[in-house]
C-alpha cells in the first residue's frame, strides 16, 4: 500500500526500498531519542518539576526517573576524578 492507501505491486525492489527507509527512520528516531533524553536531563538540571517533564514528554514518571538517573553514574564518575 502507498500512504494514500491505494494498492501497489510488491516486488523485490520495492520491498528492498521499504525497508531502506525503515532503517533509516530508525536512525533517525534512536537520534532523537538520544537528544530528548539530554533534553530531560538538562531540564532536571534546571529544576523543572517531573510532572512537569512528563506532561511535555508524554512519559511516565518511572521513564522520566530512569533517564536521569542513567546518567547520575557518570556525573559521580566524573566529580571523583576532579
Excluded: W
Excluded at 11 to 39: C, G, T, Y
Excluded at 48 to 62: F, H, L, M, S
Amino acid at each position: 500500500m502507498t500512504t494514500n492507501g491505494t494498492l501497489c505491486v510488491m516486488d523485490k525492489r520495492s520491498l528492498a526500498h521499504m525497508a531502506q527507509r525503515f532503517r533509516e527512520a530508525e536512525a533517525r528516531a534512536e537520534i532523537l531519542r538520544q537528544e530528548l533524553a539530554v533534553a530531560i536531563r538538562q531540564a532536571d538540571g534546571d529544576g523543572v518539576a517531573q510532572k512537569d517533564i512528563c506532561e511535555a514528554t508524554g512519559y511516565t514518571r518511572q521513564q522520566v526517573r530512569r533517564i536521569v538517573m542513567a546518567a547520575e553514574p557518570a556525573a559521580h564518575a566524573d566529580q571523583a576524578e576532579a
